[in-house]
């Protein structure tokens, strides 16, 4: 199929109704109260069990269900889908497909996890080819990151920095409400939930009177972000429009772009982050699709200037989920130190696709960008520990009593996130990393 017939063959397929986000469904695998991944989630991510190579699954409630076995045994076979794509070690091949494909397979999982449907429920044999227990699950990053790129799209979080760092009254620079600012990121280092990071080495400046210094970091740092994973793109010299950026969007993941604040904050001028973000960044291993997110969708934050017609959006460009920030000392109780919502973005992905894209710059299926921190109107739901402890001067006190401006060695940082409504919860599960010395 060529690309344009393809995306037209997308189009035709969006006006459908979601099947899968059927509030009424209920599936005969055992979904926990509470769960991150009832019937209505079916986000796509890469496991392993022990023994066996890396391949396709989603998951309802605790049980993780292998698509390729079950592609393998002929289920997907309307799908659009073919059975090798699910075999291999990353989804880009699946997401090559396009939404239409995308949401065919999710309808189809729906069908066959449905509480009356038997197709499977009652083949013995093929369960325990399809099923297993998500603890006994290995889970890998679910995409080669070809590119990425990072937004700074929460007007909150804006105005907090540029609060500390400039004159108040001029907290956002003159192009922050026009457009959506971003920076292209390093995708080598994004990492899946669950792997450590080093603490960086550096040049940092402490003073400002004397010359830099070369070092560990010393305000390690976490952002609170979403990812958005891209699927089918367009070439070289071609845009993608506001209005069909969600076409374009397979689905959403927790994001962790660590932060070193001091390096950062020394060399970031003039060329903007360079050592101080590319040291890593971690994502949740399940990406729940935008079409899971759709009934979730909310109206836009009010625009405080005008937008040119490129960015202007004819759906709810925002999404409303729920977000924790938890710090686990080493050795000690995980604790929430911040609790936000994604709806607090000013600007949506529709918009940061059209923007990253309106000068002809082309995206393909796997390439990544982020939201940027997503900073709420109060100090309990501020993205990182820059805002939370506000440079510094107003430490955390954790439970056990010790204080953080910023993570300490043995720290693990965890993200969490679901939306709600009606009954529903559509999760996330979580991202997290730990904090290690720096390698010297």
């Known amino acids: 199929m060529s690309r344009v017939s393809s995306l ?62 079950l592609a393998r045994l002929g289920y997907l076979s309307d799908t659009g889908a073919a059975a090798d794509v699910f075999s291999t070690s990353t989804l880009n091949a699946f997401l090559e497909l396009g939404k239409a494909t995308w949401r065919a397979v999710r309808d189809r999982i729906s069908d ?3 509480a009356d449907n038997g197709e499977l429920r ?22 080669q990151v070809g590119d990425y790129t990072d937004f700074y799209a929460s007007k909150e979080h804006a105005t907090n920095v540029g609060t500390m760092f400039r004159d108040p009254a001029n907290a956002l620079l003159p192009n922050w409400l026009h457009l959506p600012v971003g920076y292209h990121g390093r995708a080598s280092s994004i990492v899946v939930s669950g792997t450590p990071l080093h603490r960086p080495m550096g040049q940092t400046r402490p003073d400002p009177e004397q010359p830099p210094v070369f070092g560990p970091c010393r305000l390690f740092d976490f952002e609170l972000e979403m990812g958005y994973v891209l699927g089918q793109g ?47 960044s971690s994502m949740s291993p399940w990406i729940v699709t935008l079409d899971a997110l759709e009934p979730f969708r909310i109206p836009a934050q009010e625009r405080l200037k005008p937008i040119l017609p490129y960015l202007q959006q004819e759906k709810d460009g925002n999404i409303d989920v729920n977000l924790s920030v938890l710090i686990q000392p080493e050795g000690g109780e995980e604790e929430v130190i911040s609790r936000s919502n994604f709806k607090y973005m000013y600007w949506s992905a529709e918009q940061m696709l059209a923007h990253h894209t309106v000068n002809g710059c082309n995206v393909k299926a796997g390439d990544m960008f982020a939201s940027g921190t997503i900073s709420g109107p109060t100090p309990d739901s501020y993205g990182s520990m820059l805002e939370l402890c506000w440079r510094g001067t107003k430490p955390i006190t954790l439970k056990d009593g010790s204080e953080r401006k910023f993570l300490k060695d ?21 991202v997290n990393g730990q904090v290690l010395p720096a390698i010297q």
């Open 410 to 430: 043995g720290d693990t940082l965890i993200l969490r996130g679901h939306a709600e409504k009606d009954g529903i919860r559509i999760g996330f599960g979580e």
């Open 112 to 114: 066959i996890f449905e």
């Open 122 to 143: 009652d083949n013995s044999d093929h369960k325990a080819q399809v099923l297993s227990p998500a603890h006994a699950a290995q889970m890998y990053l679910p995409v």
């Open 8 to 69: 037209t063959s997308n189009k035709n397929h969006m006006s459908q109704a979601i099947k899968a986000n059927d509030p009424n469904r209920r599936s005969w695998v055992d979904v926990p109260a509470n769960s991150d991944f009832p019937i209505q989630n079916i986000p796509f991510g890469i496991f392993s069990t022990d023994g066996t190579a890396p391949r396709t699954a989603t998951i309802i409630g605790d049980t993780v269900i292998d698509l390729s076995a």
């Open 234 to 280: 367009k070439p070289l010299g071609h845009r993608i429009g506001v209005n069909e950026a969600s076409d374009y969007i397979f689905g959403v993941t927790l994001f962790n772009d660590w932060s070193a604040r001091d390096i950062q904050k020394w060399e970031y001028v003039p060329l903007g982050p360079f050592l101080g973000k590319n040291f890593g």
